[in-house]
């Protein structure tokens, strides 16, 4: 489908809240420069937030997160590090390739030579096949699933509820202002001659 738009900064924001689904089912966007014929054109990437699961604290950096985030896809841009930095998680925006399964987590390196595991999960994930980690497909409709001819078991899910995680909210104010509170507030405090 060709979505035609008269305003680029409409485009810049469709594109920059990716991804986006129907019916839980990616949709794959992409901008037309019109050099390539439409039937040239190949869908198979997205953009998506990644966070970063079980990074010591020292270790929270971008850097480090941009690294991780290379097994998944090619980090998409460096934000500021207030959007990146959760409580006990990082998150980076990365584009991955729909053709592949989704990364699932990295080895890391700490210092003096140990080792531990970081875990990626994915905001706003669509469907997603638990079996594969494709999301093309569903787990009823995984090669794998039908060439066991059902014997596959729960356990054998490679992929699981666990991938998934909301939008974080890094930047929710804890002030909540009350529109005429500081007004009224403020009337209390002026001398009686001075109020309106």
Known sequence: MLL?????????????????????????????????????????????????????????????????????????????????????????????????PLCRGRLISFNKGEEGWVSFKYERLPNICYWCGFLNHRDKDCDQWIESDGSLKDEDKEYGPWIRTTAAALNKKSVVRVPGFNEARKKKQQPIGQRG
């Not at 019109?34 to 990074?55: A, G, S, T």
């Open 4 to 100: 035609t738009f008269s305003d680029k900064e409409e485009v810049d924001k469709i594109l920059a809240a990716e991804p986006w689904s129907f019916d839980r089912h990616i949709v794959l966007l992409q901008r037309y420069d019109k050099k390539v014929p439409i039937r040239e054109l190949v869908f198979k990437k997205v953009v998506i937030w990644i966070q970063i699961h079980d990074i010591p604290a020292p270790n929270m950096t971008r850097e480090v997160a941009k690294d991780l985030c290379g097994n998944a896809g090619i980090v998409d841009k460096m934000i500021h590090l207030s959007k990146m930095v959760g409580w006990s998680f990082m998150r980076v925006q990365v584009v991955i390739d729909v053709s592949l």
